[in-house]
């Protein structure tokens, strides 16, 4: 992690994410006996990336709790200092989508 610190800091965050939710889905898989565990947070992970990046300016700038956002110290403070407005529209894409496909009469 401190190459990725180095190199890539605003990749730590959601490397970590993933990482956990790795590993919590391949667990839950194995003690449930239900292989399809990763079906159920797909739908969940594109919003939850996209808001890390959309809503990067909100971070705190050190990690408060286990696999909770923020903003490494070493991103430079211009990188997070506005909201960019093509990540907020994206994020209202993502979001709108979700609501729109999430419900299950509209799935058919």
Aim: a positive charge.
């Amino acid at each position: 992690m401190d190459v990725l610190q180095q190199q890539a800091p605003l990749f730590v965050w959601p490397v970590q994410f993933c990482l956990g939710a790795t590993v919590t889905t391949y667990v839950l898989s194995v003690l449930t006996g239900n292989v399809s565990q990763v079906d159920r947070v797909w739908t969940f992970l594109p919003t939850i990336y996209t808001a890390y990046y959309a809503l990067l300016p909100l971070w705190p700038r050190t990690p408060q709790m286990l696999l909770l956002p923020y903003t490494p110290q070493t991103v430079d403070q211009s990188s997070v200092g506005t909201s960019s407005p093509r990540a907020l529209l994206m994020l209202a894409l993502v979001v709108g989508c979700r609501c729109v496909h999430g419900k299950p009469g509209l799935m058919r």
